[in-house]
């Protein structure tokens, strides 16, 4: 346990995770804005185009439960190496988030997460505003 609920979110999921192929276990926990948190982990498949990652699945769960506004992300993995959102998560976070969301990043045992801003991750985004 660590002094920061988000990851500990984000490292309990991680043992749901079904990786035969990588053996990297990854958990996201997304907050909202009213305080309720979604979590997800990365599903492997064979044909990997097909994974999907821990972020994409917490936000479809709070999505799928009403939820738009986010204010917190946490990302683990279970080799606590500070993991980033990908690309592609980082796109799809860009669909509901501001460029202020926080994105926390565990760094293992003893140390403090490094925080970063989807703005940060992803600069000039393709966004709704991009495509009128």
């Known amino acids: 346990m660590t002094d920061n609920p988000l990851i500990d979110a984000a490292r309990d999921v991680q043992d749901e995770a079904h990786v035969p192929y990588s053996e990297y276990r990854v958990g996201a926990a997304l907050e909202t804005d009213d ?6 982990c990365n599903l492997e498949n064979a044909n990997f185009s097909n994974s999907l990652h821990a972020e994409e699945v917490a936000v479809a769960e709070a999505v799928k439960n009403g939820h738009r506004e986010f204010s917190r992300l946490a990302v683990s993995s279970d080799r606590r190496d500070g993991v980033t959102p990908c690309g592609m998560c980082r796109q799809t976070l860009t669909e509901f988030c501001d460029d202020d969301l926080v994105v926390l990043c565990d760094e293992g045992e003893g140390e403090e997460p490094t925080e970063y801003t989807l703005g940060e991750l992803l600069p000039n985004t393709i966004t709704q505003d991009t495509l009128e």
């Open 35 to 40: 305080g309720e948190v979604f979590v997800g």
